[in-house]
Structures are given as structure tokens and as C-alpha cells.
């Protein structure tokens, strides 16, 4: 798919090595469809007649947009606080161990915090968490097919090393692609580039070295000094800055981060989902939830959608992040007729 767009010799110095660092496999073993979805209606053409012409009607290469001041945790800050002035009840640090179904209904969820674990009534349930996690969590069990379908996911770790530097921004960008093998890194972060109030200090800059990885890498495992010294000396081989300048550090990391698109990943995402549309009170969004590489944005679109179902609309879900934007209400019979067909199969 890459080389048909943007030739052997672009994708032989930059998508291959890159998209290598990125998922740990051969862009072989890797399906069209995510770089469909990551590179949307972008070629080597379009993106030389943009970059001449300053036009810009490709999704992948948008160059101005909106972002929180203080980062995108801001918007979740406010998104608790109107759940909270609704008299809405948010749990922090609340893991769900079990989900309890009778049937084609689930009755409740059993949540685990600091003081216990306890059991959730409810009406309806949206479920975000990965569905190779999902479908080990309910019970009774679906099929044993459905759960040999979820064992078949893949999944990408990642982390990410922020460094602080004594010194002015490195670069310009908001963040840059680094494909060279020499070094791990995969892509740096200049956070000063998205907002001037994520680092007030002019005398400094804030870097965030992001690193593709497995849990099982030795990478994932490392002490988290050894991390900022490795990525301050990162730096310094990209000559962008001395490992001199790194005043401190901080590590985090996040499992599970990408869903992995291998060549098992679609006929395991088809089954599990045959399953869950049997169940009538329960929805799975955003990007594990659906396993899907959606973005922010489009994550957020399907939690907003799960929600307007809910209350009587008739969305579409699994057509948030395809080839064709989907932003509009899907024929009422279409959705209809997908889950009475789903529940048909079920009972039968």
C-alpha cells in the first residue's frame, strides 16, 4: 500500500525502518488497512502539490488545530467536573475484575479499589477497556471460539521519557519522526510547541523521548534513571541537544497503547464482535475497546455516539475512522437489522 503511493525508494528510507521501530514486526506481517487509516488519502503526489501550492485538503497533513493550554488533561479535568455538577459520580483508580451477564443482559460489573472490591448495578454498559482483557472478564464466558478469537490480539506498549532541559527549544515542531536505526526513539515531543503555558520557564524546554516497546523488552523493564540518561544521550547522538542539558526526568509508561493490525487481527475483531452484538445493553468504543487505531478524537466520537444510542439514536459506531468520515446518523432499519441478525444467529 505505501510503496503504491509513495514509491520503493520513500518507503525503503523512511516508512519501513519506521513502521519497524513502531510495532517490533515486519511490515509484511502488518495489514493495508492501518496505513489507510494512519496516512488518510495522502500520496507522494498530493503531499508535494500541497507543500507547493499551500493547500491542504489531506487529514494527515493539517497543520493548524485547537489544543488545550496546559495539555489535554485539561479537558478531562473539566469533563469530571460537569459529571460532578450533575450530581454524575466518577470513581478514579476503580478497576473492573468481572462482568456479570444472564443471558444477552448485563446485570453488573464487579469494580476493585483501595478499599475493596464491590458490585455495580446498572442499565446499560460502555466498555473501553481491550477486548482481549473484555472477554476474559465476563461471566459466565462467552463461546470458547470468541475467547481463542481475543487470545489472537495483539497489542504495542509504549513510554514515554520527558526530559527538561536546560536550553531554549531544540526545534520548532510540535514533534518529529525519527526513523534512523541508530537510535530507539521512536518520535520526540517538543511540548512547548503545542502550548507556550505547558513550559512557562523560556530558559528551558520540556522533550518527551517516546519509545515503542513490548513488556517483555528489556527497554520496558529498565530502572527509569537508566531511561533518562539513555534518552539525554539520545539527544545528544540526534544532535539536537547535550545529555548535559538534561536538568531531570521523568518516565511513564503505558501498556497496551496500539493495537496491533497483523494478519490474525480482523477475523478475531469479526468474531468477538459477531458476540457482542448479541448483547443488548452493551457497547465497546475507543481505540481498544474496538481495537482500532482511532485517535483521540475519534474515540471520543464514539463514546458521544454510544451515549445518543442510549438515549433513542441509532449510530453506527464502527463507522467512526473508516475511509469515509462518518459523522452523520445511520438508517434506523441498517442498525436494526445488524442486531436483530447477530441475536437471530445467537439464539439459533
Not at 460489573?109 to 455495580?120: D, L, M
Not at 497483523?262 to 481505540?287: H, M, P, Q, S
Not at 462518518?326 to 441475536?343: F, G, N, P, V
Amino acid at each position: 500500500w505505501v510503496i503504491n503511493r509513495f514509491g520503493g525508494r520513500l518507503y525503503m528510507h523512511f516508512f519501513r525502518s519506521y513502521t519497524e521501530k513502531v510495532w517490533g514486526i515486519s511490515p509484511k506481517q502488518i495489514q493495508a488497512d492501518w496505513a489507510a487509516q494512519r496516512i488518510k488519502n495522502l500520496s507522494l503526489t498530493k503531499a508535494v502539490w500541497n507543500a507547493l501550492t499551500g493547500s491542504n485538503d489531506t487529514t494527515s497533513l493539517i497543520d493548524k488545530f485547537e489544543y488545550p493550554r496546559q495539555g489535554p488533561g485539561m479537558m478531562w479535568e473539566k469533563t469530571v467536573d460537569r459529571i460532578r455538577e450533575r450530581d454524575g459520580r466518577v470513581h478514579m483508580n476503580a478497576y473492573v475484575k468481572k462482568i456479570e451477564r444472564e443471558g444477552t443482559r448485563v446485570t453488573a460489573a464487579v469494580v476493585e479499589t483501595a478499599e475493596g472490591s464491590h458490585r455495580v448495578e446498572a442499565d446499560h454498559f460502555v466498555n473501553s477497556m481491550d477486548m482481549r482483557t473484555l472477554i476474559h472478564s465476563f461471566d459466565p464466558p462467552p463461546p470458547q471460539h470468541v475467547i481463542e478469537a481475543a487470545n489472537n490480539l495483539r497489542f504495542r506498549d509504549f513510554l514515554i521519557v520527558g526530559l527538561i532541559l536546560d536550553k531554549p527549544d531544540p526545534f520548532p515542531d510540535n514533534w518529529i519522526y525519527i526513523h534512523s536505526g541508530d537510535v530507539q526513539v521512536g518520535r520526540i515531543q517538543n511540548f512547548r510547541a503545542w502550548s507556550r503555558e505547558m513550559v512557562p520557564n523560556d530558559n528551558q524546554s520540556s522533550i518527551g523521548m517516546e519509545y515503542f516497546c513490548n513488556q517483555s523488552d528489556e527497554i520496558w523493564n529498565q530502572d527509569d534513571a537508566e531511561l533518562i540518561k539513555m534518552a539525554g544521550k539520545e539527544l545528544e547522538a540526534l544532535n539536537l541537544a547535550s545529555a548535559d542539558d538534561v536538568a531531570d526526568g521523568v518516565v511513564i509508561r503505558q501498556p497496551k497503547a496500539y493495537p496491533v493490525y497483523d494478519t490474525e487481527y480482523k477475523a478475531a475483531v469479526d468474531t468477538i464482535c459477531e458476540w457482542l452484538f448479541t448483547l443488548e445493553n452493551f457497547v465497546t468504543i475507543g481505540r481498544n475497546g474496538q481495537h482500532r487505531y482511532n485517535n483521540q478524537d475519534h474515540s471520543m466520537l464514539t463514546g458521544m455516539y454510544a451515549a445518543r444510542n442510549i438515549l433513542g439514536a441509532h449510530y453506527d459506531l464502527w463507522k467512526v475512522n473508516v475511509e469515509r468520515a462518518y459523522h452523520e446518523e445511520m438508517q434506523r432499519d441498517e442498525h436494526q437489522a445488524k442486531t436483530a441478525q447477530a441475536r437471530e444467529t445467537a439464539e439459533a
